[in-house]
């Protein structure tokens, strides 16, 4: 991981679009619909994800604070294993919006029956 760049959003240009939100695969950007967005700097991976689907070109890739960048073999083997946690929260909170969501429109299609 040497060298880890992380995601950068200028906030005085973010529209608050929230593409950027659903992009991330580790939750590291947060924010509201038409409300600016930041980067939980610790939770980026720097894998670039949320640039393509921003419409305003608000996010640049910067340089990850030393204190962020592994130094050790065993710190990076311990980044990649909370990187994975991430991942998997996100896959989990994920399926169950999904299996929400289609549990509030069988819901309507029972009532419209």
Avoid: Y
Wanted: charged share 25%; proline share 6%.
């Amino acid at each position: 991981m040497k060298g880890l760049a992380i995601a950068f959003i200028d906030e005085s240009r973010c529209v608050g679009c929230a593409r950027c939100l659903a992009a991330c695969p580790t939750d590291a950007i947060v924010g509201a619909r038409n409300f600016t967005h930041t980067v939980i700097a610790a939770r980026c991976i720097g894998c670039r994800l949320c640039l393509d689907p921003c419409p305003v070109d608000c996010i640049a890739m910067r340089p990850a604070p030393e204190e962020l960048q592994p130094q050790t073999p065993e710190a990076k083997s311990a980044r990649i294993a909370q990187i994975r946690r991430w991942v998997q929260a996100k896959r989990r909170r994920l399926a169950q919006e999904a299996q929400a969501r289609r549990a509030r429109l069988e819901a309507k299609k029972a009532i419209c029956r």
